[in-house]
């Protein structure tokens, strides 16, 4: 077996921990970023010219212009000659789907998607409809973060799915202070202000696209977010510098009740004491109260960041057994065992 990972959203690390997880399983695996292809000839100029000619034409559909023209793709395959390319996020953003699914076909590549942002279309309906309609249908297989999103795409849409919740690699340590009280580590939206709101004296916000909501914000929880991004080394030394971790699900996933999003496995696997908004998945993955803790509302969310700040015994109980069960059930290595046996049991 060998596995290009073609990674659709690489503005997360995600793609590059799962390919380096497949390397230390012994599979040849290859990384390629999708936004590091050269782009075709005047991409922009003729994206434009597309999409006004087709709202003449259709004004409820949905078109876009690949990026990428289809050559870079098969230079990729005949160079590397995999067995499978596992798609990371979306395809349609960067190649021609269909013609991408026959050149596979011509060299004898099964053609695999890890869904990690459908819910993100949610309240895209043309865009959500052509991924679903357009792009799903040509893989061989589908892996969704989503429980409710994998019952979609096998009871509603008739695909082959299976559920393979998010992971993180294990972390050290670092034997930081902890001298925030609360933070959350997330892009802005209504749901988390308005949660947050309720604990703008504790918590501290890191993440973008939160000064584009200070209308919406009082100024005091305006005073305790830095509107900036966050990845790798520095995310973990913030995670591990906080006495609670808050997770908060943005609204689209919630109102799907979905959404065991990547921080809580990057929180867990830090060593963080994670307070997270309840839902069925997440108390399949967890055991609240001895692996995590939750929230239902506001009121408990004020309550409970009150209560564990005031208990560190407790508090740092439920977070061993939170690291414990991330380190024996959700690290990479084993969504890739899950992979593996997946693959084995439909080829």
């Known amino acids: 077996m060998k ?5 659709g959203i690489s503005g997360v690390p995600l793609g590059k921990e799962i390919h380096g997880a497949f390397q230390g399983a012994g599979v040849s695996s290859v990384y390629a970023d999708a936004f590091h292809f050269k782009a075709r000839p005047f991409y922009r100029l003729s994206s434009i010219v597309l999409k006004s000619r087709n709202r003449m034409r259709d004004k409820e559909g949905f078109s876009h212009l690949p990026r990428i023209e289809l050559k870079e793709l098969e230079a990729l395959i005949e160079r590397e000659r995999p067995t499978h390319v596992l798609v990371i996020g979306f395809l349609y953003k960067h190649f021609e789907v269909r013609a991408a699914r026959e050149l596979l076909d011509k060299h004898g590549v099964s053609l695999l998607l890890y869904d990690t942002d459908s819910c993100n279309l949610y309240g895209k309906r043309r865009e959500f409809v052509y991924f679903i309609q357009q792009e799903l249908p040509v893989y061989d297989h589908i892996f969704s973060f989503s429980k409710v999103t994998t019952r979609f795409f096998q009871g509603t849409l008739g695909l082959k799915a299976s559920h393979l919740p998010f992971g993180a690699l294990p972390v050290n340590a670092l034997g930081l202070q902890k001298t925030a009280e609360a933070l959350f580590v997330g892009s802005a939206d209504l749901r988390r202000v308005f949660l947050l709101e309720g604990v703008r004296d504790r918590v501290a916000i890191r993440g973008n696209r939160w000064k584009r909501n200070y209308p919406l914000m009082s100024s005091a929880l305006r005073a305790r977010v830095d509107d900036r991004t966050v990845w790798g080394e520095e995310l973990q030394m913030l995670l591990q510098s906080a006495k609670i971790v808050i997770n908060i699900t943005r609204s689209d996933f919630y109102g799907a009740e979905t959404g065991v999003n990547l ?78 046996s997946t693959l084995a049991a439909v080829d």
């Open 3 to 7: 596995i290009i990972i073609l990674d």
């Open 263 to 340: 921080r809580i496995f990057e929180a867990l696997s830090a060593g963080c004491f994670l307070l997270t908004d309840y839902c069925e998945e997440i108390a399949e993955l967890f055991t609240p109260g001895q692996d995590i803790e939750v929230f239902r509302s506001a009121t408990e969310l004020r309550a409970k960041v009150a209560y564990y700040l005031e208990n560190e015994e407790e508090r740092e109980r439920i977070a061993r057994n939170g690291r414990a069960r991330f380190l024996e059930h959700h690290t990479w290595a084993a969504r890739i065992d899950q992979i593996g």
